[in-house]
């Protein structure tokens, strides 16, 4: 039980330190106000398509950051979430 609470613990304060820190969540801000800009601006034909490119770019910005920020919650849980062959003694032999 106690166990179970202090890896519940440990995945909640990661969770929230990528709220905090993720990489992905400010650019995702940007993307919806190039979107925004895009659904109610008055664009000219060229201001249209460099914001629509600018939205492209944006996106995959999201999704390199988000593989970025995945992968490091991931490496950071793998390191405090201990595996079931560390190596322990199950108690059977």
């Known amino acids: ?3 179970e609470f202090r890896k519940n613990t440990i995945l909640a304060v ?3 330190g990528c709220l905090w820190g993720c990489s992905s969540a400010p650019i995702k801000m940007e993307c ?3 979107q925004a ?4 601006g008055d664009l000219s034909g060229d201001q249209l398509r460099f914001a629509q490119q600018e939205l ?3 996106r995959g910005r999201v999704k390199s950051a988000e593989q970025k920020d995945s992968a490091f ?12 062959s560390d190596g322990t003694p199950t108690g059977s032999q």
């Open 32 to 34: 919806q106000e190039l």
């Open 56 to 58: 492209d770019d944006c």
């Open 14 to 16: 990661l969770a929230g």
């Open 73 to 84: 919650i991931e490496g950071t849980e793998k390191r405090f979430t201990p595996s079931d």
């Open 37 to 40: 800009r895009i659904d109610y």
């Open 1 to 3: 039980m106690e166990f």
